[in-house]
């Protein structure tokens, strides 16, 4: 199988605070994951690409210090909004490809989490 | 820049019906192709994928899909939806080219069946 678990799966902050999102790989190892962003009835934004051990790739418009990723080990990688405000509420998704996908390049997506700023 | 295109935004369909769904990609090189499926209140799963061979490609629950290398197209179809198979479709490009080889979305297609 090839499961990726999200954490948590819904959340709400107040203003002004900073909330992290934990993604999980349970059943392979990921050395590139993906983090997105999806609005109401849209397709999915990709925020940035993350590869273990190194630093994050982020999408054109995405604020890097807004939107902190670490992908500290082959299974996990966190997305943390910092100073969140209102604007920030939606739904982030995370995908993870296997280490070995070779020529595949599948994703795997988690459950996603549900971020409501008051 | 990379685009996929999905044509039809909405469809409304009653069961038994046969649906096809259009994405267009642009990019002249080799690709990867896939179509996702996000079930009211799911995430997102696969539903069939292309990489190269036979470019008729079957997936789960009866979809298949063709990929038409001349008309950059791969076109999603089901002979006899069901009132299940309700649910937001995405086309996907992966270009076969680059380090991190990202998934390039198009807009998706929200099918409706009605019972």
């Known amino acids: 199988g090839a499961v990726v678990s999200q954490h948590p799966s819904w959340v709400i902050c107040k203003s002004g605070t900073s909330v992290k999102i934990e993604c999980r790989s349970l059943d392979f190892q990921a050395t590139t994951m993906f983090w997105y962003r999806q609005f109401p009835k849209q397709s999915l934004m990709l925020m940035a690409t993350?590869?273990?051990?190194?630093?994050?790739?982020?999408e054109q418009g995405v604020e890097k210090d807004k939107f902190l990723i670490n992908h500290a080990s082959l299974t996990l990688s966190t997305l943390t909004v910092t100073s969140a405000h209102p604007e920030d509420s939606s739904f982030y998704i995370c995908s993870a490809r296997k280490r070995l996908a070779g020529i595949s390049h599948e994703q795997y997506f988690g459950p996603g989490t549900r971020l409501t700023v008051t | 820049a990379q685009s996929v295109s999905q044509h039809n935004h909405h469809v409304i369909l009653s069961e038994a019906a046969s649906l096809e769904l259009g994405c267009n990609y642009s990019y002249g090189g080799t690709v990867n192709l896939f179509w996702y499926v996000q079930y009211p209140g799911q995430h997102l799963q696969l539903l069939l994928k292309?990489?190269?061979?036979d470019p008729l490609v079957k997936g789960i629950k009866g979809f298949e899909a063709e990929f038409i290398k001349s008309k950059f197209s791969f076109n999603l179809r089901k002979p006899s939806v069901q009132w299940s198979d309700t649910a937001e479709y995405f086309c996907a490009v992966n270009a076969n080219a680059g380090n991190n080889r990202k998934l390039i979305w198009g807009l998706g297609t929200s099918l409706a069946v009605n019972p």
């Open positions: 993350s590869n273990e051990g190194s630093k994050a790739t982020y």
């Open positions: 292309y990489f190269s061979g």
